[in-house]
Every structure is written in C-alpha cells, then in structure tokens.
Nanobody
Framework: QVQLVESGGGLVQAGGSLRLSCAAS????????MGWYRQAPGKQRELVAV???????NYADSVKGRFTISRDNAKNTVYLQMNSLKPEDTAVYYC??????????????WGQGTQVTVSS
C-alpha cells in the first residue's frame, strides 16, 4: 500500500506563505500523478493543484498565480508553495497520489491531511 505523509501546515497571517510537503512510500509502485486537495468546513473537497509524471500541472482558478506545485521524482515527494495566502485558503489540505503497482493494479492514496489557517 502506498502511504502519504504530509507536513508543513500551520497558522499564517493573510499575505504570508507556507510550503506543504508530501512524501510517498511503499513497495513496487509508480506514480502517475500527485496533487493537493483541500476541504474547508461545510464545503466539499476540491482540487488545488496536480502534477503528473510527465511534468504537466493544473491549478484551481482560485490559486493560479499564488500557489506553485512541484515534484521531486527521486524522492516521490510533492510540494505546494503557497504565497499571498488569503483567509479563504483556510482548509485541511490533503495530498493525493495515484498510479500503479508493479503487478499492474491501480491505486489511489490520500494523506491524513494538514490544517492551513490564514488569519485576516
């Protein structure tokens, strides 16, 4: 089973920055895509940013120009640099990875979530 461990959340003032990290571990697996989702209280989980093994990226409109997703394939780690944070960015941020095991079966894994709180 592919496990994801997130770090880097916390409390920051509006306009500040945070960097989230997510490391994937397990046996005999490859990653097709890794990304970040978030869920605010009373709202559905939404995509924030995703990056594929081919290097393509996709962002939610609400974070374009402020957030940057990057990936270290050698470390199976994805990062989310969040700048110019706004109170509406407050949410639990979840890491997601999907791909295939060496056996050919597909997987999709989620991290435990990390809280990001932006004060006004």
């Amino acid at each position: 089973q592919v496990q994801l461990v997130e770090s880097g959340g916390g409390l920051v003032q509006a306009g500040g920055s945070l960097r989230l990290s997510c490391a994937a571990s397990g046996s005999d697996f490859s990653i097709v895509a890794m990304g970040w989702y978030r869920q605010a209280p009373g709202k559905q989980r939404e995509l924030v940013a995703v990056t594929t093994s081919g290097g393509s990226t996709n962002y939610a409109d609400s974070v374009k120009g402020r957030f940057t997703i990057s990936r270290d394939n050698a470390k199976n780690t994805v990062y989310l640099q969040m700048n110019s944070l706004k109170p509406e960015d407050t949410a639990v941020y979840y890491c997601n990875a999907n791909g295939r095991y060496a056996s050919g079966s597909a997987y999709a894994s989620w991290g435990q979530g990390t809280q990001v709180t932006v004060s006004s």
